[in-house]
């Protein structure tokens, strides 16, 4: 029995030593490592915040170039029935002139 407790002290006495050693990160270590990561990513939330500005400053625009269309739309579709009528007066009087 000796024999075998010989041969596993040593392998204990370095399993104990490796968990001993192992130990957490400090604080300062992580803020450090985390350091760039967090750079970035206030980095990347900036140009996300101005990127959506943007989008919502062109949805308004297009918002308001759709609705000038529709009124521009409408607008020529008065003008045509306008253009219709006169085009329609303007045959009727063609053919009431007598022809000389």
Sequence with gaps: ?????????PAALILVG???????????YVRDQIAPVSQRVDALETRLGETDSTAKAALAQAQAASGQAQNNGQRLDQLNSR????????????????RH
């Design 18 to 28: 490796a968990l001993g050693l192992g130990g957490c990160a400090t604080k300062g």
């Design 83 to 98: 253009v219709d009528g006169v085009e329609q007066r303007m045959q009727e009087n063609q053919r009431k002139r007598p």
């Design 1 to 9: 029995m000796l024999a075998s407790v010989t041969k596993i002290a």
